[in-house]
């Protein structure tokens, strides 16, 4: 089965940085986009930030110029740089990615969300 585990969430100050992972294992043959979303209290979840396997991004406009994806193809893993990070930003952020596996199957998995908790 293949699986996404974030790691890098926690509490910091305005104006500080954070930097997300998610590593995905398991029969994985080809990871395509890959993606991090989040999720505040009582708010839909929306997407933040999205890396195609080409390595071509897009971020919804209030992360936009602090926010930086990247991804890692031979690690399997996609990271979240944060900076200037703001109270509005506080949020479960999770990692998803639609994964091809060894079974020539293709699904999208998601990760079991990280918090991220940022103080005025």
């Known amino acids: 089965q293949v699986q996404l585990v974030e790691s890098g969430g926690g509490l910091v100050q305005a104006g500080g940085s954070l930097r997300l992972s998610c590593a995905a294992s398991?029969?994985?043959?080809?990871?395509?986009?890959m993606a991090w979303h989040r999720q505040a209290p009582g708010k839909q979840r929306e997407l933040v930030a999205a890396?195609?396997?080409?390595?071509?991004?897009n971020y919804t406009d209030s992360v936009k110029g602090r926010f930086t994806i990247s991804r890692d193809n031979a690690k399997n893993t996609v990271y979240l740089q944060m900076n200037s990070l703001k109270p509005e930003d506080t949020a479960v952020y999770y990692c998803?990615?639609?994964?091809?596996?060894?079974?020539?199957?293709?699904?999208?998995?998601w990760g079991q969300g990280t918090q991220v908790t940022v103080s005025s």
């Open positions: 998803a990615a639609n994964v091809w596996s060894i079974y020539g199957r293709g699904n999208d998995y």
């Open positions: 398991g029969p994985i043959f080809r990871i395509n986009d």
């Open positions: 890396i195609m396997r080409g390595g071509s991004t």
